[in-house]
């Protein structure tokens, strides 16, 4: 999440990946996917860092478990893959 600052002043937290778009005019204004706009006092060019470590840290954070537990599926993962059987005429 980010820490945005409002431009009346209160902080909230945004979910970066709601973001459809940022215009500095000359207020940054943040445009959410459902259409929702903010104004903040933070720059475009903050803004744009911000969001970029965000996304720098959620992908450090993902190669920090070990390689084999990534590539090993669990009992889950088996489970929903199901059985293939190959099916011909007549067998229904």
């Known amino acids: 999440m980010l820490l945005l600052t409002r431009l009346n002043g209160p902080v909230f937290a945004l979910n970066p990946d709601l973001i459809e778009r940022a215009e500095a005019t000359p207020d940054t ?32 954070a993902a190669y920090q478990f ?3 537990r990534r590539n090993s599926p669990t009992a889950s993962d088996r489970a929903s893959r199901g059985t293939v059987v190959e099916l011909r005429p007549g067998d229904m």
Do not use: S
């Open 29 to 60: 204004v943040v445009t959410l996917v459902n259409g929702t706009r903010y104004v903040i006092c933070e720059t475009l060019v903050e803004l744009a860092e911000m969001v970029r470590d965000y996304r720098a840290q959620t992908a450090a």
């Open 66 to 68: 070990p390689m084999e």
